[in-house]
């Protein structure tokens, strides 16, 4: 009898040996079957003895190794129950959390300027004007001379720029290079390219020497174009109310002043009135009720010469005003540097 305990006890400790190392549920399975299952080591183990026992002693040696078996079950049910608490706790240890509220991704937005100069041409798009660009450095010929400021006009002096290459004493016509200092040069180039009729709207980047808190060196115009047979100046302000009601609102009027443009014949200052303070007065229009936006007037002949339209046959009016001055009366901006030092706190206030 001694060997006979000692050789299951063997086994069982081999078997709970081996049911420590399983670091599985299929692992835990495979080590019970080795030796608890049908043809376990254990249960054939049994059977052995008993069948090699003495008749009188098969019942004593049945019940002493059906004790093992009862250990070996529940060994094993144990591990199973030791995998699935760690599984639990390893569960609720997870550092991600599937029942939180996703992270929302920060969208971009556009520029207020990029947000005004949009509408400005979708307001004009709907009158027929399309699109035109042109470059920001530009030839003297199509930033001065073309619209009638010969090198020494004074008006030249209100338009001081930066020049690029060769400003005096350039070799050969057109070989001064400045950053252009308005829009209007892009005027030229698509009446070079173009024949009568032209519907044109011209946005983009311009330079002057100019630096305060409602001039920067570098800001955005909008220029507009329209040449045909029989266009007057009531087209003009006809076509500067529409604009001025559906960019600030039904309110507000549109008023134009006299004024000198080379390149327009008659030119005019325009006005808008002021929305903000509804014509009443107030600091920001220095309590006239009118805020001053850009310049117009007639194509004057001259222009029409340099780019050889007929002006006996054409007339047509010229536009061109800030867009971040635009912006800046739109959304309430009172230092048009606010719109380019790229602080994002500001910037998102306009999506
Ligand atoms: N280009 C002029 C400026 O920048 C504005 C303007 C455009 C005036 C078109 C008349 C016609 O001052």
Redo the contacts with the bound molecule.
């Keep these: 009898m001694a060997s006979l305990a000692d050789e299951l006890q063997q086994l069982f400790q081999q078997f709970s040996g081996q049911l420590e190392a399983a670091a599985n549920e299929q692992a835990v399975r495979k080590v019970y079957a080795d030796f608890g299952g049908a043809n376990g080591a254990i249960r054939l183990k049994q059977k052995e003895l008993i069948k090699s026992a003495p008749n009188d002693q098969k019942r004593v040696i049945g019940q002493a190794t059906n004790e093992i078996l009862q250990n070996v079950e529940a060994a094993f049910n144990a591990a199973l129950g030791r995998l699935a608490s760690q599984a639990e706790a390893r569960e609720l240890a997870r550092s991600v959390d599937v029942t939180l509220p996703g992270r929302a991704h920060r969208l971009g937005h556009l520029h207020p300027i990029t947000l005004a100069r949009r509408e400005i041409e979708a307001i004009f798009a709907q009158l027929g004007f399309t699109v035109a660009v042109g470059p920001q450095v530009e030839t003297d010929f199509h930033n001065f001379e073309a619209l009638a400021m010969p090198k020494d006009h004074p008006a030249r002096d ?2 001081d720029t930066f020049y690029v290459a060769g400003a005096e004493g350039a070799a050969g016509e057109g070989a001064d290079v400045v950053l252009r ?4 040069p892009v ?1 030229i180039r698509t009446m070079l390219a173009r024949k009568p009729p032209v519907r044109v709207i011209m946005p983009g980047t ?1 330079y002057r020497r100019d630096d305060d808190a409602t001039h920067s060196p570098m800001f955005n ?1 909008v ?2 174009l329209c040449v045909d047979e029989g266009i007057t100046f009531a087209d003009l302000k006809g076509v500067l109310l529409h604009f001025a009601r559906r960019f600030f609102g039904e309110e507000i009027g549109v008023r134009l002043r006299p004024s000198f ?1 080379p ?2 014949e008659p ?1 005019a200052e325009i006005d808008f009135s002021h929305g903000t303070c509804k014509g009443r007065g107030c600091r920001t229009c220095k309590n006239s009720g009118w805020i001053e936006i ?4 007639m194509v004057d002949p001259e222009v029409f010469r340099h780019v050889g339209y007929d002006s006996e046959k054409y007339t047509g009016f ?4 800030g867009i971040d001055r635009m912006a800046m009366l739109k959304y309430g901006v009172d230092n048009i540097n606010a719109f380019f030092e790229g602080d994002v706190r500001f910037a998102r206030q306009f999506r």
């Design positions: 209100m338009q200092t308005h829009t209007s005027q311009v115009q220029e507009g443009f390149f327009t030119s850009g310049g117009a007037g010229a536009f061109g005003w």
